[in-house]
């Protein structure tokens, strides 16, 4: 791991991602 990164933007960073993948999965059951 970067020790440069700092925490918070490391949990901004996967919270964003996780949110996406999350959002991503919902339209995809939305649009079956």
Same mark, same amino acid.
């Given at each position: #791991?970067? @020790?440069?990164?700092?925490? +918070?933007? $490391?949990? @901004?960073?996967?919270? =964003? #991602?996780?949110?996406?993948?999350? =959002?991503?999965?919902? +339209?995809?059951?939305? $649009?079956?």
């Amino acid at each position: #791991m970067l @020790a440069k990164v700092t925490d +918070a933007q $490391t949990v @901004a960073a996967i919270g =964003a #991602m996780v949110e996406k993948i999350e =959002a991503e999965k919902i +339209a995809l059951h939305l $649009t079956k």
